[in-house]
């Protein structure tokens, strides 16, 4: 079992909608979870942390956490062309405090 | 926010030279910076841990003779890709987390695209 896994995709959704991207993770101990968002050719930009379970929000973005199902989501609200990109999954393990562990990441499209 | 510049931003060598690529923290102190390497359509794979004033600690498969890192000053690290060859063509992209914080929130630099030829 892959330590942080994402469904690659793509997914693709009209714009206005809301887009949902799933991530799960295997270290039941995991401390704390990334969404990182990567343009293509680009390198990853920090969209939102969570630490504790329940969900976080910051403008159009929410992340949720479910400590006891091992899983986070991020959620974005009134999709825009310009949100196309791979979305990356992090999470630091235990006792790895100055590691991140990456999913493949979720390739999501906002069709016109 | 936090900025981490990498230069350069892309490179092509022939096989067998070496290159060396740049991390610097440009508004922070990093103790610790990481580099990762990512193929075409796939995640980001750490190669190393970076220590200010010591030796990096490589992940496992990382040649370090091949893969050698640097971290002279709490604002730069440096990667060296000696002997490159076709198979380290990559996008090669560094990270550092702020010095004194523990949340695990890391930034990355502009990563470097390495062609060898």
């Known amino acids: 079992q892959k330590e942080v896994e994402q469904n690659s995709g793509p997914l693709s959704v009209p714009e206005g909608a809301i887009a949902s991207l799933n991530c799960t993770y295997s270290d039941r101990v995991s401390q704390s979870f990334f969404w990182y968002r990567q343009y293509s050719g680009k390198s990853p930009e920090l969209i939102m942390s969570?630490?504790?379970?329940g969900d976080k929000e910051d403008g159009r973005f929410t992340a949720q956490l479910n400590k006891a199902s091992q899983y986070v989501s991020l959620l974005i609200r009134d999709s825009q062309p310009s949100d196309s990109a791979t979305y990356l999954c992090a999470v630091t393990p235990t006792g790895g405090g100055n590691k991140l562990t990456f999913g493949t990441g979720t390739q999501l499209k906002v069709e016109l | 926010g936090a900025v981490v510049s990498q230069h350069p931003s892309w490179v092509i060598c022939k096989s067998g030279t070496s290159v060396k690529i740049e991390c610097r923290s440009l508004d922070f102190q990093a103790t610790t910076m990481f580099w990762y390497r990512q193929f075409p359509k796939q995640s980001l794979m750490l190669m190393a841990t970076?220590?200010?004033?010591?030796?990096?600690?490589?992940e496992q498969g990382v040649e370090k003779d091949k893969f050698l890192i640097n971290h002279a000053s709490l604002t730069l690290s440096t990667l060296t890709v000696t002997s490159a060859h076709p198979e380290d063509s990559s996008f090669y992209i560094c990270?550092?987390?702020?010095?004194?914080?523990?949340?695990?929130?890391?930034?990355f630099g502009e990563g470097s695209r390495l062609t060898v030829l």
């Open positions: 969570i630490y504790s379970n």
């Open positions: 990270s550092a987390r702020i010095s004194g914080v523990s949340t695990g929130e890391l930034f």
């Open positions: 970076s220590n200010e004033g010591s030796k990096a600690t490589y």
